[in-house]
């Protein structure tokens, strides 16, 4: 069965402290999604990957990177963590465009002090 | 610009049916998700709609309109473990998803 597995589970940062958030798809996936999710909104897109090596800027880029160093794992990048960055990530994996099933990990709450 | 609307909140009774509605302008279309996703928990995708018309998968039903822009999903014969938030999503020609704010939808006995 499709299997995406987040990083820390819960993660408690310091303003200006460095954040790594870390994903591992075992689906063999070509593409890989970082969102964050606020209390009572949807998903949005942060960064995503279309493979190894590659990363894209989704909706809400600023104040992340991205790093795509083998087909399973993408990370998540916070260099200069801030309050508003308090939220809940999800690492998702998915085998073709959007539309194709995603399959989503089972989050990080990161609260940024 | 692209926008998903969702009604925040819908009210259903058990044994009954519930319509969660999904509005959508966006500059591409290639197809709209459907996930569901209880608290605390990761989303989980239920169903992908690319045609208009009604797409039965039983338990779940999607319905798409591309030229009113509009898609519903519609559950029946709802159970209270039906109770979550309910998230559409529209997937553009760039590759990825747009989603709305979703719909959480509460199952009465």
């Known amino acids: 069965e499709a299997a995406v597995t987040q990083s820390p589970r819960n993660k408690v940062a310091v303003t200006g402290g460095k954040v790594t958030l870390s994903c591992n798809q075992t689906?063999?996936?070509?593409?890989m999604y970082w969102y964050r999710q606020d209390t009572g909104h949807g998903l949005r897109l942060i960064h995503y990957?279309?493979?190894?090596?590659?990363?894209e800027k989704g909706d809400i880029p600023d104040g992340y990177k991205a790093s795509r160093p083998s087909q399973e794992n993408f990370s998540l990048i916070l260099e200069l963590a801030t309050p508003s960055q308090t939220s809940v990530y999800f690492c998702?994996?998915?085998?073709?465009?959007?539309?194709?099933?995603?399959?989503f990990g089972p989050g990080t709450r990161l609260t940024v002090l | 610009g692209q926008g998903v609307e969702q009604p925040a909140k819908l009210m259903s009774v058990e044994g009954t049916f519930a319509r969660v509605n999904c509005t959508y302008s966006?500059?591409?279309?290639?197809?709209l998700s459907w996930y569901q996703q209880r608290e605390g928990q990761a989303p989980v995708f239920l169903s992908y709609?690319?045609?208009?018309g009604l797409k039965d998968s039983g338990h779940f039903s999607t319905f798409l309109s591309r030229s009113n822009g509009y898609s519903y999903l519609l559950l029946t014969e709802l159970q209270i473990k039906d109770s979550a938030s309910y998230l559409c999503?529209?997937?553009?020609?760039?590759?990825?998803?747009?989603f709305g704010d979703g719909t959480v939808l509460t199952v009465k006995p």
């Open positions: 689906n063999n996936h070509n593409n």
């Open positions: 990957s279309y493979g190894a090596g590659s990363t």
């Open positions: 999503a529209v997937d553009t020609n760039t590759g990825k998803l747009t």
């Open positions: 998702a994996s998915g085998s073709g465009t959007g539309g194709y099933e995603q399959y």
């Open positions: 966006t500059s591409g279309f290639n197809g």
């Open positions: 709609v690319v045609l208009d």
